[in-house]
């Protein structure tokens, strides 16, 4: 009988340490965080929970314009990575034989090195006297007063190079999944390649857009590094925001009440998503990676 039991607690046993480490981290910090936020008072005279419901109410009114162009810069960056990710990812899994992890390293190398870094060396790259729009302007490509720092080009840019891993693995994950055996069924049976792309392919790789959209939409959208090294004060994100009432003006309960609204919003659009295409396979993509 205590064998019984014991081979029956054993699982819950090995998740113990997972489950410690998101209450310890996730959870309770969570729960600090919802207290603040309907906090009042300041840095000087400290803040008391008043249950001041008013600051979700004041952070939107304040500050709606940055939360919608968040939202607006996540999904074209998400669709941009999307675009680029899925012909790379196919060729990789169909067509780089025995090379594939060769590939998956060479594409992934970059971003071995910081985020801040790498986001700061494109700043370098494209500001007015840089390497890329200083030949083209001493050329007469383009006008002497023509940048493209402080512009939304160069923020969705930056966001779409950064998080651009996030979408080629799990497409490519998906993709390695497939069976050749059925590509070669579609063309025995005189399907086109277009066909076979159509109802074969792009089916059964959804799982890893899935996934890959959630993992690059959601950080993307909270960002706040690109905005702040490649944007200006016209392409200021929620993010940054978050970061200026927090260690700037020390406002922490605005802050955490933007953070939740922020968060409400994420997971609302989530679920929605989630609700339209089912998480089943993306359970399984998950377990799979």
Same mark, same amino acid.
């Given at each position: 009988m205590h064998g019984r039991w014991a081979a029956r607690l054993a699982p819950y046993w090995l998740a113990l340490p997972g489950w410690l480490w998101l209450v310890l981290f996730f959870v309770i910090p969570t729960f600090v965080m919802l207290s603040i936020s309907t906090q009042t008072g300041d840095i000087v005279n400290g803040f008391t929970q008043?249950?001041?419901?008013?600051?979700?109410?004041?952070?939107?009114?304040?500050?709606?314009?940055?939360?919608?162009?968040?939202?607006?810069?996540?999904?074209?960056?998400?669709?941009?990575?999307?675009?680029?990710?899925?012909?790379?990812?196919?060729?990789? !899994?169909?067509? $780089? /034989?025995?090379?594939?992890?060769? +590939?998956? %390293?060479?594409? @992934?190398?970059?971003?071995f090195v910081s985020f801040v870094i790498r986001t700061?060396?494109?700043?370098?790259?494209l500001s007015d006297?840089?390497?890329?729009?200083?030949p083209l302007k001493s050329w007469g490509v383009v006008p002497q007063d023509f940048h493209i720092l402080a512009?939304?080009? !160069?923020?969705? $840019? /930056?966001?779409?190079?950064?998080? +651009?891993? %996030?979408?080629? @693995?799990?497409?490519?994950?998906?993709?390695?999944?497939?069976?050749?055996?059925?590509?070669?069924?579609?063309?025995?049976?005189?399907?086109?390649?277009v066909t076979a792309l159509r109802r074969i392919v792009l089916?059964?790789?959804?799982?890893?857009?899935?996934?890959?959209?959630l993992l690059t939409?959601?950080?993307a959208t909270s960002d706040y590094v690109n905005?702040?090294? @490649?944007?200006?004060?016209?392409?200021?994100?929620?993010?940054n925001v978050i970061q200026t009432e927090f260690f700037t003006n020390l406002d922490y309960p605005t802050a955490a009440a933007l953070s939740f609204i922020l968060m409400a919003g994420l997971l609302i659009g989530v679920f929605a998503y989630a609700r339209a295409l089912g998480t089943d396979d993306v359970l399984d993509m998950a377990g799979a990676g």
């Open positions: 008043t249950f001041h419901w008013q600051n979700y109410v004041d952070g939107w009114n304040q500050f709606s314009t940055q939360f919608i162009r968040s939202i607006i810069y996540g999904l074209i960056a998400t669709v941009l990575c999307l675009l680029i990710s899925f012909p790379v990812a196919y060729w990789i !899994a169909f067509f $780089g /034989g025995r090379h594939k992890s060769s +590939l998956l %390293f060479l594409l @992934l190398l970059p971003f700061q060396s494109w700043n370098f790259i006297d840089g390497m890329v729009l200083s512009t939304n080009v !160069a923020v969705i $840019g /930056g966001l779409t190079y950064n998080f +651009l891993p %996030f979408m080629v @693995l799990p497409i490519y994950v998906a993709l390695e999944r497939i069976d050749p055996a059925l590509l070669e069924a579609s063309a025995d049976l005189y399907g086109s390649k089916p059964l790789s959804l799982p890893g857009v899935f996934a890959g959209v939409f959601v950080p905005a702040t090294i @490649l944007g200006g004060t016209n392409t200021t994100m929620i993010g």
